[in-house]
């Protein structure tokens, strides 16, 4: 997937382990990891400061909903993916954003992040 | 009657037999020498007649009498009574000297019509110098007599037949024989009335005492006691069945003292009550209880009315004692049962509702008090619409025409609000049975209060959604371990351990939607074995709907990646025309076979080395399965025999 390559991607994941993870999936296929943020603070603050291409959120950080932070990104016109553990997600705005199921392998993780930032022809390719 | 025929009449006392003043030497006085003598024969057969009428037993008797104070008295040698009969017909009831054959001719024949006022007699000296026609001389004729009187016999002025006398030759009826004659006549019309009368009567005493025979008869087989007390009420009369019920003889009954019998505790007031009855002369009704022959006490209501004579007079009282034992102890039985249902419904944990067809509340429990917080009586009486919250008023109104018009138990499930009067709507369950009653349709609902089980249920999903997130997220944390580990150096061992990472994940996601309780084997399989369309096609999937248990469904979803991995790498998805069939069959002895088999790959020979994979299949599923696995290495294609028990219900399988 070489057009994704060189795009700035945030993260947003409380365990440490999983935030190393992703951060080496990204890496590896040549994406820069903004943050990782572990906490929902430090989720909006960089959320409504930094520069990004696009952000995976985790749902439940530390208990709270990553909701008000996928609402600021939305509102920045920021495509968003969500890695959850539950299944569903609803934001409260109506608004509707790929999921991808934890745990995820690498090629799930870039397949959902395509699909967040292109559409299908992306995610075809992407696919392949 | 008697009375009157011996003052009313002024005739004479009767004389004994003995004193008789007449001898047949004084009979024997020739005719026509001495009318003073005829004058006296006369008078002493009209005494003889009067002496014999007065003994007369029978109307027979007073005929012969008659019979022969006519013969003698006037002096003729033949005669004959008639009498009208009930269709005022003349006939002969006595006669002397007369053939049949006349008497057949003349039978009928009469100068009056019944019941005439006393028409006066007549005389026929010679029938041959009358008018008659000559049929009618010549019947006289031939009977040998010349001479005939008719004398009306009446009975309270009206005829009521004749006397006949015959004479043989032409005769000259003389006053004194006129006189006679209309005397006996006289008397003999007395004496039939007298008959009459007293047959009359006889006959009313015999019917009356029929009548009173049968009244008696009846009193005595009464299927009730009946008893007849005097003004003291004590026992005069007891019919059969009272007399049973206390073992008393006909004979003993007024000896027999009923107060004796009577129920200590009731003695008392029942003494008062008769005593009342029996000064104020009044109907009453009692009930008590009674010892009766074979010592049992037994509940008797006592009807009893004042009887008094003709005239009057208080003669005591008439009463029926009816045995009400078994009717007290069946209304007692009918009442307890009544109790005992009333305290099963109130005891019951749920809030039961009884309502008729039309669903007006007859009666609620406790607990539907307190479901939907309203008094019972601002519930009795009330439509059971204003339980119902507004929207499904309509349906609760739908579903009790279709209840009513075919009643039969049924569940109406937990999908229903109770309203309460707090405006509140609680979540129920509800469960109806119609009873059929003799007062018609009968609905007894019981309602459950289900919030709580509900609240629970969100609970459980909740925990359960808590749980799946937490193992999701163990899972990913492994995962990132073994990503980190063999991220430079091993990447088909790191993509074979994500695989069954991943494998575990959908099992896990799958228990998580039914709840943790099973997971249809269709479903595992089709998670399990998703690729894109084009492979998709070569894999058939096909079986009976069958339910896993959760360790089950995790077993069998690593089964089938591991399964699936191989035929990728190796077997029938490595080439582009293989072909997998998973098909599982109850064998119905108690066992589920699956079968793997692929066909149209690489030729497969058996590894020399039993890798993960094989161990996994061939050791841990069959422990997880309590069953067999048995792995076939055919040249054609893999297969995979996988034999595990099957039940009923529940168990590793069951039947979905």
Redesign the interface.
């Known amino acids: 997937m070489p057009w994704l390559k060189g795009k700035r991607v945030f993260v947003v994941e409380d365990?440490a382990?999983?935030s190393?993870?992703v951060t080496?999936?990204l890496t590896?296929i040549g994406i820069t990891v903004i943050g990782p943020a572990a906490t929902i603070a430090a989720g909006m603050r960089m959320a409504e400061s930094e520069d990004m291409d696009a952000a995976i959120l985790d749902v439940?950080v530390r208990g709270e909903r990553i909701d008000p932070v996928a609402e600021a990104l939305i509102k920045r016109g920021i495509p968003v993916l969500f890695a959850?553990?539950?299944?569903e997600v609803t934001l409260a705005s109506g608004h509707v954003a790929p999921v991808i199921?934890?745990?995820?392998?690498?090629e799930k993780l870039v397949r959902g992040l395509a699909m967040a930032l292109g559409g299908p022809q992306q995610l075809k390719r992407s696919a392949n | 009657m008697r009375a009157q025929m011996e003052t009313g009449d002024g005739l004479p006392e009767r004389p004994d037999a003995e004193t008789q003043p007449m001898s047949n030497d004084v009979i024997e006085v020739p005719e026509n020498t001495e009318p003073l003598v005829n004058q006296v024969l006369e008078l002493t057969e009209l005494y003889k007649l009067t002496d014999r009428l007065y003994r007369a037993r029978s109307l027979d008797d007073a005929l012969d009498a008659a019979m022969d104070a006519i013969v003698s008295g006037l002096r003729c040698s033949r005669a004959s009574i008639l009498l009208f009969d009930h269709d005022g017909v003349m006939r002969f009831i006595a006669w002397r000297g007369l053939s049949d054959g006349y008497r057949k001719v003349f039978d009928g024949h009469t100068p009056w019509q019944a019941g005439a006022d006393e028409p006066p007699p007549i005389f026929v000296g010679d029938i041959n110098a009358t008018d008659e026609p000559d049929w009618v001389k010549d019947a006289i004729r031939s009977e040998g007599i010349h001479a005939l009187a008719f004398i009306p016999l009446t009975s309270q002025g009206k005829v009521i037949g004749k006397f006949m006398a015959y004479h043989e030759l032409p005769h000259v009826f003389t006053a004194n024989e006129k006189a006679l004659a209309v005397t006996i006549a006289r008397q003999l019309g007395f004496s039939i009335e007298r008959a009459r009368m007293e047959e009359a009567r006889q006959a009313t005493v015999r019917e009356l005492r029929d009548s009173e025979d049968r009244f008696r008869q009846m009193s005595e087989d009464a299927p009730v006691m009946i008893w007849m007390s005097d003004q003291n009420g004590a026992c005069l009369h007891l019919n059969r069945m009272q007399r049973e019920f206390w073992k008393v003889s006909d004979g003993d009954v007024s000896n027999f003292d009923w107060r004796t019998t009577m129920l200590p505790d009731d003695m008392p007031r029942i003494v008062e009550t008769m005593i009342g009855a029996l000064t104020r002369r009044e109907s009453i009704t009692v009930i008590g209880q009674y010892r009766n022959a074979t010592g049992e006490f037994r509940v008797l209501q006592t009807e009893a009315r004042p009887r008094f004579s003709c005239s009057g007079e208080f003669l005591g009282m008439i009463g029926v004692n009816i045995d009400i034992t078994e009717r007290l102890a069946a209304e007692k039985a009918l009442r307890d049962s009544q109790e005992r249902f009333r305290l099963v419904v109130e005891a019951s944990p749920s809030g039961m509702i009884m309502a008729d067809g039309d669903g007006q509340i007859l009666m609620v429990n406790a607990n539907a008090e307190r479901l939907f917080g309203y008094t019972r009586p601002e519930l009795i009486g009330q439509r059971i619409d204003m339980l119902v919250p507004s929207l499904k008023r309509e349906n609760s109104s739908d579903s009790r025409m279709a209840f009513k018009a075919q009643p039969e138990p049924v569940s109406l499930g937990t999908s229903f609000l109770a309203l309460r009067k707090d405006g509140a709507e609680v979540p129920v369950e509800i469960g109806v049975n119609p009873i059929q009653t003799s007062e018609g349709l009968r609905v007894i609902a019981a309602i459950a209060d289900i919030s709580e089980r509900k609240r629970a249920e969100a609970q459980r999903e909740l925990l359960l959604?808590e749980l799946?997130?937490?193992?999701?997220?163990t899972?990913?944390?492994?995962?990132?371990?073994a990503?980190?580990t063999f991220?430079k150096t091993d990447t088909i061992a790191r993509?074979a351990f994500?695989g069954r990472?991943?494998a575990l994940?959908t099992a896990h996601?799958l228990l998580?939607h039914s709840n943790w309780e099973n997971a249809s084997l269709h479903k595992v399989a089709a998670d399990s074995l998703q690729l894109r369309d084009e492979i998709q096609s070569r894999i058939s999937i096909a079986g009976p709907a069958i339910l896993l248990s959760p360790r089950a469904a995790l077993s069998i979803t690593l089964a089938l990646h591991e399964l699936f991995t191989n035929a990728l790498k190796y077997g029938a998805l490595s080439n582009e025309a293989g072909t997998i069939t998973f098909h599982w069959r109850n064998d119905h002895a108690g066992s589920l076979q699956l079968e793997w088999r692929e066909a149209a790959g690489p030729e497969v020979t058996a590894p020399a080395q039993k890798g993960f994979g094989s161990q996994l299949l061939e050791q841990t599923l069959a422990l997880d399965l309590d069953g067999a696995v048995n792995m076939h290495y055919d040249p054609e294609g893999l297969r995979c025999i996988i034999t595990m028990p099957l039940s009923e219900r529940g168990g590793n399988a069951c039947l979905g």
Not at chain 1, 101 to 106: A, E, H
């Open positions: 365990e382990l999983i190393v993870m080496d999936m590896d439940n959850t553990g539950y299944g199921d934890k745990p995820y392998t690498q | 959604a799946n997130h937490r193992v999701k997220n899972l990913a944390v492994v995962q990132s371990l990503y980190r991220r993509k994500e990472l991943m994940a996601n998580t």
